[in-house]
């Protein structure tokens, strides 16, 4: 790791340009392959090229679009335009380009060249054996909503921190946890303190995947609080799947993707980002409908076992990549 913080759009770049340079280090040490499949196009691409073999490139995020939509960068900027000629040179050379949102499909065709024959949607999967349904309960007794995960600006936690005043007016009963590591932390921890919030807990710790789980199980509730881009939120979190293995009911704020696969797996509650009144009330429905919030929770995890999980994904990877291979 470099000694600076991974905050701006430029230290972001850093860190991704060492990562990308650091990783080739061990293409010498690195025997018969049979596919790459590869989330940092550079290596990828490098070690496809040197072992003559196929190779597929995830696409986690749109990166350079969700940064123009949250408005950390000017869409006419040079370094936009020169990023972007980037990822249409590493995305062309692909054989095969794996989007986790079937919503990214549009723009790697028509803004980034890649042939739609190349383009096959693997959503993210969740390790079912470490992310299950748990007995366990937290000590207070309330009825916990819980966010575990990254402390960035892709999150609006003044959302969860507004709809906790809300509920602890009306409920003591209801207890907010936000669980993980990141930039916004002294500007969460701000936030909490001006508006005085009493029932909000926030958790400044990594944890490991199976304390994650472990933690994840005690809630009774658990909240995606994306921010609000400019347009409909395209990509999907793998956190969702992951709340779903668990079999808990979720609530997704969202305008986007998240919150349509949310209702359409009938796992959660949707509610617009930025509306904390809606989200307050999300809180309390699911605390006063124990029945409603325990069918959700079933169903997410039903939908996961069948679509979402990691031996799922690995099915699809490997058809994927050897029918890409037979043709080299």
């Not at 006419?76 to 054989?95: G, M, N, P, Q, T």
């Not at 992310?131 to 960035?152: C, D, T």
């Not at 979720?250 to 349509?260: A, D, E, F, K, M």
């Amino acid at each position: 790791m470099l000694p600076i913080k991974s905050e701006g759009f430029f230290k972001r770049l850093v860190h991704i340009g060492v990562f990308a340079v650091s990783s080739l280090f061990a293409l010498p040490f690195v025997g018969k392959v049979d596919a790459v499949w590869a989330s940092s196009w550079v290596p990828g691409i490098a070690y496809g090229r040197v072992k003559r073999r196929p190779v597929a490139l995830n696409e986690d995020d749109l990166t350079l679009e969700d940064l123009v939509d949250l408005g950390l960068i000017n869409e006419d900027s040079l370094v936009l335009r020169i990023a972007e000629w980037a990822y249409r040179v590493f995305l062309v050379k692909a054989d095969a380009v794996t989007p986790i949102s079937p919503a990214y499909v549009e723009t790697l065709s028509k803004k980034y060249c890649v042939k739609e024959s190349r383009i096959h949607v693997v959503r993210g999967g969740v390790d079912l054996s470490v992310f299950k349904p748990s007995g366990h309960r937290k000590e207070s007794g309330k009825f916990m909503v819980l966010y575990s995960g990254a402390f960035s600006v892709a999150y609006d936690f003044e959302q969860i921190f507004r709809a906790a005043k809300i509920v602890e007016e009306v409920d003591g009963d209801v207890e907010f946890v936000v669980q993980g590591k990141g930039e916004l932390l002294g500007s969460m921890l701000s936030k909490v303190a001006e508006l005085n919030v009493k029932s909000v807990k926030i958790v400044d710790r990594l944890l490991s995947r199976q304390e994650v789980a472990e933690l994840l199980g005690q809630a009774d509730a658990l909240v995606l609080p994306l921010a609000k881009y400019k347009k409909p939120y395209r990509g999907m979190s793998s956190k969702l799947y992951e709340y779903q293995a668990v079999g808990k009911p979720i609530i997704c704020c969202s305008r986007g993707l998240p919150s349509v696969y949310v209702r359409e797996t009938n796992s959660g509650l949707a509610v617009y980002p930025g509306d904390y009144e809606a989200l307050a009330k999300a809180v309390m429905c699911l605390k006063e409908n124990s029945e409603l919030a325990r069918m959700m929770g079933e169903n997410g995890r039903k939908y996961v076992e069948t679509e979402a999980s990691v031996e799922a994904v690995g099915l699809k990877m490997k058809e994927i990549l050897s029918i890409r291979a037979e043709s080299i």
